[in-house]
């Protein structure tokens, strides 16, 4: 019996959210249009919001060389103790997750949400739990937010693994601008040199 099989034995399968969907079509409840909508956000929520945080994040590294040190550490200790990549052993990835979430911070891809306050309130504290939202919050929260921070942990620190990068622009000479997403105005060159230690 493969594993699929076994889960669906004992009623233990996990549900997709390829699954959900289509139960709610095949259940008449909605339309192709509706369909053709939901994969069209998941796609494009997924892709380029990944795709600019990434550059970003690779920028941010390779102009803050101590970071990068850091960072190599962080993953050479990580390659070398873990057998399996999974959502378990990437919560390992500390210091690169801090990484993404200050590129997150700075760069933040979807820098502008709508959305009408219930009620008024005043976010005074920089501690406040909206204080850093980068996927939103609340009932209409970003779905792909854990699966985002493994897509980059996965990228960037196999990325890292292999190489040592140097920027050769200055950040600040690259603005962000606000289209879909925020993006780098101009295209992104840096030096990749292969480490010695893979
Ligand atoms: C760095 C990565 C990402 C960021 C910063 C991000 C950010 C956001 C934000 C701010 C929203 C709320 C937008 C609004 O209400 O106007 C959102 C919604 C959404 N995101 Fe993401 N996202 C990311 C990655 C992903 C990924 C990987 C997926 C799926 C594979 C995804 C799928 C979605 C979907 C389907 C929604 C709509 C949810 C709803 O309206 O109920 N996102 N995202």
Redesign the pocket.
């Known amino acids: 019996m493969s594993k699929s099989e076994e889960e669906r034995a004992q009623g233990k399968e996990k549900i997709t959210l390829l699954d959900t969907l289509f139960n709610v079509y095949y259940n008449g409840k909605v339309d192709k249009a509706f369909m053709r909508e939901?994969m069209e956000?998941?796609i494009f929520?997924?892709t380029d919001?990944?795709i600019t945080?990434l550059q970003w994040t690779i920028l941010l590294v390779a102009s803050h060389p101590e970071v990068q040190k850091k960072l190599h550490d962080e993953i050479d200790v990580f390659y070398r103790e873990t057998e399996e990549i999974n959502a378990a052993s990437l919560k390992k990835l500390l210091y690169l997750e801090c990484i993404i979430k200050e590129s997150?911070r700075i760069y933040?891809?979807?820098p502008v949400?709508?959305?009408v306050a219930g009620e008024d309130f005043k976010i005074e504290d920089v501690k406040h739990a909206f204080a850093f939202?980068?996927?939103?919050a609340g009932p209409?929260?970003?779905?792909?937010?854990r699966?985002?921070y493994m897509?980059?942990k996965i990228v960037l620190s196999r990325f890292f693994q292999r190489f040592h990068v140097e920027a050769t622009q200055k950040i600040e000479d690259i603005p962000p601008s606000m289209e879909m997403v925020l993006r780098p105005t101009k295209d992104i060159y840096a030096i990749l040199t292969h480490r010695q230690s893979v």
């Open positions: 939901e956000n998941i929520g997924g919001t990944v945080t997150l933040s891809p979807v949400v709508g959305r939202i980068p996927f939103a209409r929260v970003c779905i792909g937010l699966l985002a897509e980059m």
